[in-house]
Each structure stands twice: as structure tokens, then as C-alpha cells.
């Protein structure tokens, strides 16, 4: 009869040792499972969505099976930008292009399919932030950093000025927190100190 208690008594303790260790994996999992909830939540829009775009861009994004990712802070369409990204006699296209839950800058050299770069590849889950309310938020956005700003910022926040400092950089931003300034300098990509 002991040796029957005995048996009883440690399958009970493996089962409550079990139970607990499937509670701290239900407990872990729990936040990754809303985090891929929210993840699979972004907007995410079809280069049509944006007109702007020369339509052999357009092309080159289905193609590519992108989406433009749309942050929470704004309700109107984004992550789309021209600029002069190159130089200051032409005009460039900036797209941020997520594919499979993971997001990059995509630059079109002068409305150009021949040639793109691909700045800045990251998951989409990198850029989520608590919203209010229990919700998680995307919050990348990209835009156009003029050279004033680029010389504002590295004036107010302590950051290198290129030189010559003649065309535009792509703000990358954290929405609500910080942003990095990608510009081509020789030839290179540089990050530069971007809003803080």
C-alpha cells in the first residue's frame, strides 16, 4: 500500500511540476502571441495605393511582392517619399517595402527600376510600440531630410555634417521615440544624427 502512496504522491508531483511548466510557457508565449497578432495587423498597402509613384516603380515593387507598411500615427498614406537622394539635379523615389513581415528602404535612382539599393532591412516587429489601451502600434515611418535639417540636427544634437552637404538624406524613424538620417556621401551610406 506505501509503495501505491509513494507511486501516487510523485506522479502528482510531476504532474503539478508539469502544469506549472506548461503555465511559464503559456505566460511567455502570451506576449509573443500578441506581438504577432499586432504584427499581422499592420496596414499594409499596394504600390497602387500610391499614384505619385512612376509606374515602372509601381511594377517593381508588385513584382518584388512588396506592401507599404502604415504606422499608427497616421491615417493618410506614407512610407512613400521623393527627394534628391543623389544629387540635387534629380529626383528620387523612396519606398519602404515590407515582404514577409520584414521591412527595408528601397531607393529608385531618378524614378529608375535599373539599379535600386536596399537600405536598412528589419522585421516589422522591431518597430511596434505600446499605443494605449493594451495595443501594440507599427511605428516606422520614412521621410525626406533636407540639408537644413540635416545641419540642424547635428548642430542641436551633436552630429557629424558631410561635406559637401548638397542633396537630401531619407529620415528613418521610430515613430515617437528617434530617427536616423541614411545619406550617400562618396558613394557610402552613413547614418546621421537624426531627431532625438
Not at 508565449?29 to 496596414?43: C, E, F, G, M
Not at 521623393?82 to 523612396?94: I, K, M, P, T, Y
Not at 542633396?167 to 538620417?181: P, V
Amino acid at each position: 500500500m506505501s509503495t501505491l502512496k509513494h507511486a501516487v504522491r510523485s506522479l502528482l508531483i510531476v504532474a503539478v511540476s508539469l502544469a506549472q511548466a506548461i503555465g511559464a510557457t503559456i505566460a511567455i508565449a502570451q506576449p509573443q502571441t500578441r506581438l504577432d497578432s499586432a504584427v499581422r495587423a499592420i496596414k499594409r498597402l499596394p504600390p497602387s495605393a500610391f499614384p505619385q509613384l512612376p509606374v515602372a516603380v509601381q511594377h517593381e515593387l508588385e513584382r518584388r511582392t512588396c506592401t507599404i507598411p502604415q504606422a499608427f500615427s497616421s491615417e493618410r498614406p506614407h512610407n512613400v517619399v521623393s527627394g534628391r537622394f543623389l544629387r540635387a539635379s534629380q529626383v528620387d523615389w523612396a519606398v519602404l517595402c515590407s515582404v514577409r513581415d520584414s521591412s527595408r528602404i528601397i531607393v529608385f535612382w531618378n524614378g529608375s527600376t535599373t539599379n535600386p539599393t536596399e537600405l536598412a532591412p528589419e522585421p516589422d516587429e522591431a518597430r511596434m510600440q505600446g499605443i494605449g489601451e493594451g495595443k501594440l502600434g507599427y511605428s516606422r515611418g520614412i521621410g525626406v531630410a533636407r540639408p537644413i535639417t540635416i545641419r540642424y540636427f547635428a548642430r542641436e544634437l551633436g552630429g557629424w555634417i558631410p561635406r559637401p552637404l548638397d542633396h537630401d538624406g531619407i529620415d528613418d524613424a521610430f515613430i515617437e521615440k528617434a530617427s536616423t538620417i541614411h545619406f550617400l556621401h562618396r558613394g557610402k551610406w552613413l547614418q546621421l544624427q537624426g531627431m532625438d
